[in-house]
C-alpha cells in the first residue's frame, strides 16, 4: 500500500491550462494555473490554438509537479474531457488534457477518471463530504448556467433549470471590455474599475435593460447591444477610468441583480437554502460583493482563484470516484 496517496487532477478549457495535485486529507500539494495567450483585440481563440497551447505547456507542468513529489504515490488520475456531462458535448482543446492523462495512467500504472469541465468547477467549491441536494450556477467565460446538482457515481448528476438565452455573463464582460480596449478575457480589469464605486450613482448618465426573468431564464444580447453602441457614440474605447465609470458600474449592478433574482428563485422554488457559484464571473469581487450585501440568502463562493477554470476541482472528484 502506498504510504502517501496522491491525486492528479488536468483541466485544459478553452481559457487556463491547469494541473493540480491533492492528498488523502483533499490539501493541495501543487498547483499550476495559467491562462492562454490571446492577442489583442481578439475576442477568444481558435479550438487549434488552444490545443497547441495546452499541448505546449503540460508537459512543463507535469515536469515541475513530479519535482515537487514523489510519482509513486499518485494513486488516481483525473480529466476534464468534455464541457458537460452531456451526450454530445464536446471540446477539442480537451483532447490535450485527455492525451496527456491516458499516457500518465499506463506510465504509472494507476486509475484515470474522466469529467466534464462543468462538474470540476462545481467539485472545487462543494465541500467534499456534501452528499445532499445543491443549488449551483456556472458562470464561466462561455457558460451562464443554475442547476440542481447531486452528487453520484461519476462525479455529479446536474439539471439545468436555468440561466441565460443566448449569451453569456462572461461573454458580455469580455465583449464590453475589448470594446474598451482591454486584453480579452477583459472581466478582471472592468472588475478593478467596477470596485470601490458601486456606491456611486451613475443611472442618470447610463441605464441598461430593464431585467425580464422567465421561469429561471433570460436574455442578454439587449444589454450587449446597448453597451457596445454605448462605447462606439462616446468613443470610450482606451478612454480615461472616470468615463468608463457609468457603463462599467451599470454592466456590473446588472449582472448581479439577475443573480441575486435568480437565486430566490432557485431557494424558493426547489427548497434550497445553501447557494453554490462558480467560474471566471464569480471570482469578481464586485459581484461578491454585491450579491451577498442584496440576496439575504447563503451564497457561497469559494476562494477566487478556484472560482475560475481550475484542475483542483478535478483531482476532487478523481479522489471521491476512486475512494467510494
Known amino acids: 500500500m502506498k504510504e502517501r496517496r496522491l491525486y492528479l487532477g488536468i483541466d485544459t478549457s478553452n481559457y487556463k491550462t491547469s494541473l493540480a495535485v491533492i492528498d488523502d486529507a483533499a490539501s493541495l500539494v501543487f498547483d499550476k494555473s495559467e491562462l492562454l495567450e490571446v492577442k489583442k483585440g481578439s475576442r477568444g481563440l481558435r479550438q487549434s490554438e488552444a490545443f497547441y497551447q495546452h499541448s505546449m505547456r503540460l508537459p512543463e507542468y507535469i515536469a515541475e509537479a513530479l519535482r515537487n513529489i514523489d510519482p509513486s504515490d499518485i494513486t488516481a488520475i483525473g480529466y476534464s474531457a468534455y464541457p458537460r456531462r452531456l451526450e454530445g458535448s464536446y471540446m477539442p482543446c480537451f483532447n490535450a488534457g485527455i492525451n496527456v492523462a491516458k499516457v500518465l495512467s499506463s506510465a504509472l500504472e494507476v486509475p484515470a477518471y474522466s469529467f466534464s469541465h462543468q462538474e470540476g468547477h462545481a467539485a472545487a ?3 467534499p463530504k456534501e452528499t445532499n441536494r445543491s443549488a449551483f450556477m456556472h458562470l464561466s467565460g462561455g457558460t451562464t448556467e443554475f442547476l440542481i446538482l447531486e452528487p453520484d457515481e461519476h462525479g455529479y448528476d446536474m439539471q439545468i433549470v436555468g440561466g441565460t438565452k443566448d449569451i453569456s455573463f ?10 474598451l480596449g482591454f486584453m480579452f478575457p477583459a472581466g478582471r480589469y472592468l472588475d478593478e474599475i467596477a470596485f470601490g464605486h458601486m456606491t456611486d450613482s451613475f443611472s442618470e448618465t447610463f441605464e441598461l435593460p430593464r431585467i425580464c426573468i422567465d421561469d429561471g431564464y433570460f436574455n442578454l444580447s439587449g444589454a450587449e447591444t446597448k453597451l457596445l453602441k454605448y462605447i462606439e457614440e462616446k468613443g470610450l474605447s482606451d478612454a480615461s477610468t472616470d468615463s468608463l465609470l457609468p457603463p462599467v458600474t451599470a454592466l456590473f449592478r446588472y449582472i448581479s441583480d439577475i443573480l441575486s433574482v435568480s437565486a430566490m428563485y432557485l431557494s424558493e422554488k426547489y427548497d434550497i437554502k445553501t447557494i453554490y457559484i462558480a467560474g471566471g464571473v464569480a471570482s469578481s469581487t464586485t459581484v461578491r460583493e454585491l450579491i451577498r450585501n442584496s440576496c439575504g440568502l447563503d451564497i457561497r463562493f ?4 478556484l472560482s475560475g477554470d481550475n484542475a483542483v476541482g478535478i483531482a476532487n472528484l478523481a479522489k471521491r470516484i476512486h475512494d467510494q
Open 125 to 127: 467549491v462543494i465541500p
Open 170 to 179: 462572461g461573454q458580455l464582460l469580455d465583449r464590453t471590455g475589448v470594446a
Open 302 to 305: 469559494g476562494s477566487p482563484v
